[in-house]
């Protein structure tokens, strides 16, 4: 086998070369991030060119900062803005709604990282969600609409459990917003069935459709996990998945279950990425998450 590059191999070239040409605003540096690029606000804008966007009611938008201009053309256009969960609540996002009759000020304050926090609305797992377009920030990205993200796999995690809640299908568009240099060729045997594809790339100065043939995650790694839980007879009352912090919170009915359901989860690991299962801290001694 030739030695190639690997999908680490491309994310710390991005990495170091916009941390070398200085291409990036805070935070710095941009290692182990989805970069905040220069120019992100202008090509976040450029969401608006898109017909999908004209035709959406309910856009998701990761709580990245490059995304912040995404999230704010999502509020001006009056559309429905949600957010993976950012602390432990039910249900997998949250609505950003921002005060009646918002100034473009105010607006964009909710758009930004304070705002995804303060003006935010918990929506529960059974909402009738149907995300129309949502909006994923990438390290790494190809004109075929491969995507690349920071690499700790969970992008899938939550695309699946979307994919589950009835709340994305084919028809949900997926765009990302890249500095130009992030877009560059993938080799496609490196990306898995569990990899999250784009369909737009929007960059400082191009609009790019990917036309990408490859089919969207169908929630491979959720389905692994449920699986794993039920064959180590560790199956929860309920999980609540929490999309920024990247962790799913299981809970069980007494302590004692939770004891063993911890012992069970030991040496866990899917597709790779191994599972860290601990007892929550707080959580009145009756849960515990893994990460």
Same mark, same amino acid.
């Given at each position: 086998?030739?030695?190639?590059?690997?999908? =680490?191999?491309?994310?710390?070239?991005? =990495? %170091?070369?916009?941390?070398?040409?200085?291409?990036?605003?805070?935070?710095?540096?941009? &290692?182990?991030?989805?970069?905040?690029?220069?120019?992100?606000?202008?090509?976040?804008?450029?969401?608006?060119?898109? !017909?999908?966007?004209?035709?959406?009611?309910?856009?998701?938008?990761?709580?990245?900062?490059?995304?912040?201009?995404?999230?704010?053309?999502?509020?001006?256009?009056?559309?429905?803005?949600?957010?993976?969960?950012?602390?432990?609540?039910?249900?997998?996002?949250?609505?950003?709604?921002?005060?009646?009759?918002?100034?473009?000020?105010?607006?964009?304050?909710?758009?930004?990282?304070?705002?995804?926090?303060?003006?935010?609305?918990?929506? /529960?797992?059974?909402?009738?969600?149907?995300?129309?377009?949502?909006?994923?920030?990438?390290?790494?990205?190809?004109?075929?609409?491969? #995507?690349?993200?920071?690499?700790?796999?969970?992008?899938?995690?939550?695309?699946?459990?979307?994919?589950?809640? /009835?709340?994305?299908?084919?028809?949900?568009?997926?765009?990302?917003?890249? &500095?130009?240099? $992030?877009?560059?060729?993938?080799?496609?045997?490196?990306?898995?069935?569990?990899?999250?594809?784009?369909?737009?790339?929007?960059?400082?100065?191009?609009?790019?459709?990917?036309?990408? $043939?490859?089919?969207?995650?169908? /929630?491979?790694?959720?389905?692994?996990?449920?699986?794993?839980?039920?064959? #180590?007879?560790?199956?929860?009352?309920? @999980?609540? =998945? !929490? /999309?920024? $912090?990247? #962790?799913?919170?299981?809970?069980?009915?007494?302590?004692?279950?939770?004891?063993?359901?911890?012992?069970? @989860?030991?040496?866990?690991?899917?597709?790779?990425?191994?599972?860290?299962?601990?007892?929550?801290?707080?959580?009145?001694? %009756?849960?515990?998450?893994?990460?």
């Amino acid at each position: 086998h030739s030695p190639r590059e690997s999908k =680490w191999d491309i994310r710390q070239k991005v =990495w %170091d070369y916009i941390e070398e040409k200085n291409l990036a605003n805070f935070p710095r540096p941009v &290692h182990n991030r989805i970069p905040n690029f220069k120019g992100a606000f202008a090509a976040c804008a450029k969401v608006l060119e898109l !017909q999908a966007f004209t035709h959406t009611s309910e856009v998701k938008v990761d709580p990245d900062k490059p995304l912040e201009g995404a999230r704010l053309a999502v509020l001006q256009a009056r559309k429905t803005l949600l957010v993976p969960t950012p602390r432990l609540r039910t249900g997998l996002f949250n609505r950003i709604t921002p005060p009646e009759g918002a100034s473009k000020e105010q607006l964009r304050i909710c758009s930004s990282s304070q705002g995804v926090k303060d003006f935010s609305v918990p929506v /529960g797992l059974d909402a009738k969600i149907k995300i129309d377009l949502m909006v994923v920030g990438s390290v790494a990205v190809s004109e075929k609409g491969f #995507r690349i993200g920071k690499g700790e796999g969970f992008a899938d995690l939550e695309y699946g459990m979307m994919a589950s809640m /009835g709340a994305v299908n084919e028809s949900t568009v997926v765009v990302t917003v890249v &500095h130009d240099c $992030q877009v560059m060729d993938i080799p496609e045997d490196l990306m898995g069935s569990h990899d999250l594809t784009v369909d737009y790339i929007l960059t400082p100065t191009r609009v790019i459709k990917t036309d990408c $043939q490859f089919p969207k995650p169908r /929630g491979i790694i959720w389905n692994k996990l449920k699986t794993a839980l039920r064959e #180590r007879e560790a199956t929860p009352l309920r @999980l609540t =998945w !929490q /999309g920024a $912090q990247h #962790r799913a919170f299981l809970d069980y009915s007494d302590p004692h279950a939770a004891d063993q359901a911890l012992e069970a @989860l030991q040496g866990l690991a899917l597709n790779g990425h191994s599972l860290q299962a601990e007892l929550a801290k707080s959580q009145r001694g %009756d849960k515990f998450y893994n990460d």
